[in-house]
């Protein structure tokens, strides 16, 4: 299992980028998938997590109305769309999958626990300055 994730890069605040996470080994309609993201000096966090099978989707609260997930099955691809991006959104950005279907909790592990997810692909970094 391979996840390969691409289109960081420089943008101006309110800005917009699509990261991209290519999948290889498995098919991503089925099963749930997510990005995370690590600030310089911070934690990383959960962004958001996608459901397989066309389930529902979820945000963390500070990209909630900005930050949209995607999924194209015939590419084995997944998508973020990050719109009205903000200096504080700038991170290493973590595409990672997990074996689970929905991204409810699995045994009581909420979506925003980073033990939960089986792979994680290389980061794209994302910088959002003026």
């Known amino acids: 299992v391979q996840l390969q994730a691409s289109g960081g890069g420089l943008v101006q605040p309110g800005g917009s980028l699509r990261l991209s996470c290519v999948a290889s080994?498995?098919?991503?309609?089925?099963?749930?998938m997510g990005w995370w993201r690590q600030a310089p000096g911070k934690e990383r966090e959960a962004v958001s997590c996608?459901?397989?099978?066309?389930?529902?989707?979820y945000y963390e609260d500070s990209v909630k109305g900005r930050f949209t997930v995607s999924r194209d099955n015939d590419k084995n691809t997944v998508y973020l769309e990050m719109n009205n991006l903000k200096p504080e959104d700038t991170a290493v950005y973590y595409c990672?999958?997990?074996?689970?279907?929905?991204?409810?909790?699995?045994?009581?592990?909420?979506?925003?626990?980073?033990?939960?997810?089986?792979?994680w692909g290389r980061g794209t970094q994302v910088t959002v300055s003026s």
């Open positions: 990672v999958s997990d074996s689970a279907r929905e991204c409810e909790k699995v045994y009581g592990i909420s979506w925003k626990t980073a033990a939960r997810y089986d792979f």
């Open positions: 080994g498995f098919s991503v309609n089925h099963y749930v």
């Open positions: 996608s459901s397989g099978s066309g389930g529902n989707s």
